[in-house]
């Protein structure tokens, strides 16, 4: 269902922002994203001078290789367009991520490593949703070793996406078509 009718206006600024995720061969996951960000109108940029309409400001990426439990082993940055000649300094910092795992606390412990003066607003940004990209690349990897472990422990955990958003919620006709022995009262490991 689209939104309503916008009131009469004129686009001003565009980010578009693109994620994937990929298998590797090494049984590795990558996770890649790329950010850019235009002007509809000309502008002058203290660095740069005259910025015509449509180029980029700002044109970033960024990779985080990922283990199937979420652990990342690499994280590579690049920018190429940035508003100033410095920005593309913070690129290489982003690598001390490597050793963290998404999960809860991912995006304080990403804030600790290059938050701040130490990283870039915009690649910063960008990895909350890489996190989720992640979830949702390694899902079918995932889904399997639990049922595998359930398989060989007779014990079934209760998922930890339980109580996350609203399709989610205990009560909810999801959980139950989903998850019915959570419904039905019989126990799970927490």
Known sequence: MPLSAPADRQPMH??????QGY???????????SLLDTKSYGFENE????LAPGTPLHGMWIRLTVDDDLLIHACEASSDH???AICPQAAPNFARLAGLRIG???NKAVQERV???LGCTHLREM???MATVAYQTLYP??????????????????PKIIGTCLAYHPDSPVVAMRWPWLVEGQTAAE
């Open 82 to 84: 940035t508003p100033y």
């Open 23 to 33: 298998a590797r061969a090494d049984g590795l996951f990558d996770i890649e994203a």
């Open 141 to 158: 990897v995932r889904r399997q070793k639990e049922l595998e472990r359930e398989a060989a422990t007779g014990v079934r955990e209760k």
């Open 14 to 19: 565009r980010r578009v922002i693109d994620m």
């Open 115 to 117: 938050g701040g003066t």
């Open 104 to 106: 809860p606390g991912f």
């Open 127 to 129: 990895l909350a949703q």
């Open 47 to 50: 660095e740069k001078g005259w």
